[in-house]
């Protein structure tokens, strides 16, 4: 009798409580494998997006450095250096009154 009770429930577990786990973790992979996919294709959207918005507001600037540079007046009031310059960024700051601040 005991052997019986053994025997069916390994069976069970063989033919019924295995597969239907297998088949559980097979469906939860392709859902996770699905959601990745999802997130993939978002993330290139929002990069794809980012990218034409940062192109036009490169443009726009562009556009408004040319248009000031005909009118003959500054765009901004912005310094723009010129490639190679070595003035000392740090002379303007007066460290004397300032202990914690080291140049």
Known sequence: ??????????????????PRIEAILAY????????????FTRLKKVQGSKKVAQALAEAEEEAKHKAAAAA?????GRVIRKPGS????TAQYDTAGDSDIVF
């Not at 003959?72 to 901004?76: C, D, K, L, N, Q």
């Open 72 to 76: 003959g007046t500054p765009s901004s």
């Open 28 to 39: 939860i992979n392709r859902e996770l494998d699905e959601l990745e996919r999802e997130d």
């Open 86 to 89: 070595t003035k000392d960024v």
């Open 1 to 18: 009798m005991l052997s019986q009770v053994t025997n069916r429930r390994v069976n069970a577990l063989e033919n019924v409580t295995i």
